[in-house]
């Protein structure tokens, strides 16, 4: 039986989830990437704005202090006080891991160690170090260093080496035992770990110095830094916290401050300075030094609010702290859903969770709230994580996957060699992207993270979507069992009535991301695409385009062209339609119609378009449900981020996306849930041309295609994403057809194909009554 214990009491429950009504239908679990600020929260820490008249800290000693004020509570977070630490304010936990990098003085022969199992800003401290040793140690090298007598007894050597580790690993969750930090300073390394850079060799019999990476460990865990005494340590708040963003810290030992070491000065940082001789005096006291320019003293200021937050919503109980509450609750969290996840197996007997972890979630002290696996097919092949990113998308599921910039834990727990990872590499694999298996092998993995707001029914929630997509019922199983998985024998089931290729529908989509409007005659080409495809586009008060995918009401607005009256005409149930006009510098339209130019990013790309005017506004905004929406009208091409004109639509990729729909049918034949009409699935992709050949899949070995005049090549295969599993007419979200799109394709997501015009002529129209010619690959 899978328990889990609720560390909270209900009405701390209950005024917690009131302050994150925001929430509404969404699951956020994120919370390695950010936790989230409490809506009271932002709105205390306005007031405290508004209230204040806040200037440049340089200016008026007023607001110095309320920094320093900060910086003492902060120090009080971390039960230590300013006799035995300094806080140095910095933009995020990444600039105060190079500043303590570049800064670090290692005299001659001191070295570098950082833990294979780190994040790519401590690994980027490599390339700052003021040495030339750098070495690598693994997590159990470090944890050597706690077993057995102490080492010799070191001397005041005359070379400082400095060791980094997290507290809390970013990928698994993992927490070494911070007992490690005054072994290491008192006793040095025992194990010599794996040298990567620089010819030392034999024992270091330097002074260590112990930086602890805890910005991922002191969102959700207590620092005691009087038991823990680490010389460095690096934190960003808006992970404590949720806000602000833009405000971290370097916090420095009395011990660490002598060992650091800066040249650049600039803005509060020195006393005196002349232009015309070189020569300046730096400031006294230790922060000034490192503090360059004027600090972020508006955000830093809103630091206070954080703390109070967290004493606001959850009471001390006993000796333990509200972070230390938190700690016990994010890790029930965890080890609940680690549990069930545990649990699940194919009807097969092969489990559905592989789990990249080193504890059991055993203990509080060993372990975070973090959780990170890869499912598994019944066969034991990978599920790539991209598709199960799109699916948690489609259940308003937010969490996280790929590697989390830790390649040293990714490699670690997918045990993956270094020539696999080069061979990734050259697969066209980088950081972040979605190629999310290579060869079958995954390259990083699903991480769901917890914070104090998050609730049992959050993790039920995404438990019972991994359930009910990856794990097949009985019945299920049976019809799998009747029907044979192979290709041929599904194709049976498919008339074979044609002879030859068929076009069978054309559409456009007028306003990006809503509904088609189908071409029944023949409708012209334009250099761009088809006329008047994704010429409009919704942009939200931010200017950003929007979709259907957060959204969703936007597949119901039914757009019409009216060539004749010169208008586009919008429909949506339940509301009178409005038409807009087609073209803007048509006389005495232009003039009813407020232009202004603004600027949105489509796909990568900046687009410049014209407002359709506040008429227009309004009827979307009511659609959508949403104030502040805007229609905008392309204004010219699109021009690709290195400025190069792009002549096309607001199209994703290409111009015409080709779709078969005997491909479709056969797709559906493998779809295991409820049929839905096969026009319906066909609509879910959003092509322009649809076609219909004897074969599924026939369209995966066009080179080029001719319908009627026009000459198209095939650009490549269509990267399908989440909007297909949106119902095109009912607006409803369903898993399929992504799953089995995923599931026949061995994880690729790609259905459909891009074609774009060879040889573009003025006064071309296509039409489905045109015949089709078709050239394949040479294979
Ligand atoms: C988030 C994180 C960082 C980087 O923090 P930034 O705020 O992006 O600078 C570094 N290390 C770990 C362990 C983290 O979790």
Redesign the pocket.
């Known amino acids: 039986m899978t328990q889990f214990i609720e560390e909270f009491t209900p009405e701390e429950l209950q005024t917690i989830s009131q302050e994150f009504k925001r929430l509404g239908e969404n699951t956020y679990l994120d919370h ?2 950010t936790t989230l600020y409490s809506e009271k929260q932002i709105e205390y820490a306005e007031k405290v704005l508004k209230e204040n008249l806040f200037c440049n800290p340089h200016t008026c000693k007023v607001t110095g202090d309320l920094v320093d004020q900060v910086r003492f509570r902060i120090l009080n977070h971390f039960n230590t006080d300013a006799n035995n630490y300094s806080v140095v304010f910095t ?7 190079k500043l303590a990098g570049e800064c670090f003085n290692f005299g001659e022969g001191g070295r570098f160690y950082y833990c294979q199992e ?5 690994l980027g401290m490599r390339e700052v170090v003021r040495t030339n040793d750098l070495v690598a140690l693994t997590k159990d090298d470090l944890l050597d260093n706690l077993k057995g007598d102490e080492n010799v007894h070191l001397t005041e050597a005359t070379s400082n080496s400095l060791v980094v580790f ?1 507290a ?3 990928f698994s969750g993992y927490k070494l035992p911070l007992s490690l930090i005054p072994a290491i300073q008192k006793n040095g390394l025992r194990s010599q770990g794996t040298r990567v850079r620089g010819s030392s060799s034999g024992p270091d019999n330097s002074n260590f110095y112990v930086c602890l ?5 002191v ?1 959700t865990n207590f620092l005691d830094l009087s038991q823990y005494p680490a010389d460095f340590v ?1 934190v ?1 708040f ?2 404590i916290f949720g806000y602000p963003t833009g405000v ?1 810290a370097l916090i420095v030992s009395k011990r660490g401050e002598k060992l650091l070491k800066k040249s650049y000065y600039g803005g509060g940082t020195v006393q005196i300075s002349m232009t015309l001789e070189d020569f300046h005096v730096k400031r006294n006291g230790f922060t000034d030094h490192f503090e360059d320019g004027t600090l972020s003293f508006l955000g830093i200021a809103k630091v206070l609010e954080g703390f109070r937050t967290h004493e606001r919503l959850i009471a001390q109980r006993g000796d333990l702290k509200p972070i230390q509450r938190i700690s016990n609750h994010v890790f029930n969290l965890a080890k609940y859903c680690y549990d069930v996840l545990r649990q699940l197996k194919h009807p097969n007997g092969q489990k559905l969770i592989e789990f990249y972890n080193h504890t059991d979630y055993n203990s509080v002290q060993e372990q975070g709230g973090i959780i990170t696996f890869n499912i598994l097919h019944d066969d034991g092949t990978y599920v790539g994580f991209a598709e199960v990113a799109c699916i948690a998308a489609i259940f308003n599921v937010q969490l996280r996957t790929g590697c ?3 390649p040293g834990a990714c490699q670690n727990h997918l045990k993956l060699s270094n020539d696999v990872i080069r061979k990734q590499f050259k697969a066209g694999h980088i950081c972040s992207d979605y190629n999310d298996l290579i060869d079958g092998i995954p390259t990083g993995a699903v991480r769901m993270s917890f914070g104090y707001m998050t609730r049992k029914d959050d993790v039920d929630k995404a438990l019972r979507i991994i359930a009910d997509c990856y794990l097949k019922t009985d019945r299920e199983r049976l019809r799998l069992m009747e029907n044979s998985k192979s290709i041929p024998r599904a194709l049976e089931h498919i008339p074979r009535r044609l002879k030859k290729t068929t076009l069978t529908k054309i559409c456009i989509y007028p306003v990006k991301s809503c509904g088609s409007f189908e071409i029944h005659g023949s409708w012209e080409i334009t250099e761009r695409g088809f006329l008047y495809d994704r010429n409009w586009m919704i942009v939200d008060g931010n200017g950003m385009a929007v979709t259907q995918k957060t959204h969703i009401r936007m597949c119901l607005i039914r757009p019409r062209i009216d060539i004749e009256a010169g208008v586009l005409e919008l429909a949506f149930p339940g509301m009178a339609s409005i038409s807009v006009p087609l073209d803007h510098s048509t006389e005495g339209i232009a003039k009813s119609v407020q232009t202004s130019v603004c600027q949105s990013k489509v796909c990568d790309d900046m687009v410049e378009g014209l407002d359709c005017g506040d008429e227009a506004a309004k009827w979307i905004s009511d659609c959508l449900e949403c104030p502040g929406m805007r229609m905008v009208r392309q204004n010219a091409g699109r021009k690709t981020k290195n400025g190069e004109a792009k002549e096309l639509n607001l199209v994703n990729q290409g111009q015409f996306l080709l779709l078969n729909k005997t491909s479709v049918q056969w797709l559906a034949s493998k779809v295991e849930s409820e049929q839905e009409d096969l026009d319906i699935t066909v609509d879910r992709f959003r092509a322009n041309l649809i076609i219909e050949t004897k074969t599924p899949l026939e369209e995966n070995h066009f080179e080029e295609i001719t319908i009627g005049s026009v000459r198209f090549k095939v650009d490549g295969f269509c990267k399908r994403c989440q909007m297909v599993c949106i119902d095109q007419h009912s607006g409803q979200k369903t898993i399929e057809p992504l799953r089995t799109i995923a599931k026949e394709f061995k994880g690729k997501i790609q259905f459909g194909i891009y074609v774009s015009l060879i040889d573009f002529k003025e006064n071309v129209f296509i039409s489905c009554r045109d015949d089709i010619q078709i050239k394949l690959k040479q294979t």
């Open positions: 390695a990437g933009a995020n936990a990444t600039a105060a891991l780190n994040h790519t800003s401590v997290s809390q690993c970013n990476d805890a910005a991922s460990f969102a690096c960003s808006y992970k971290g989390f910039c830790n």
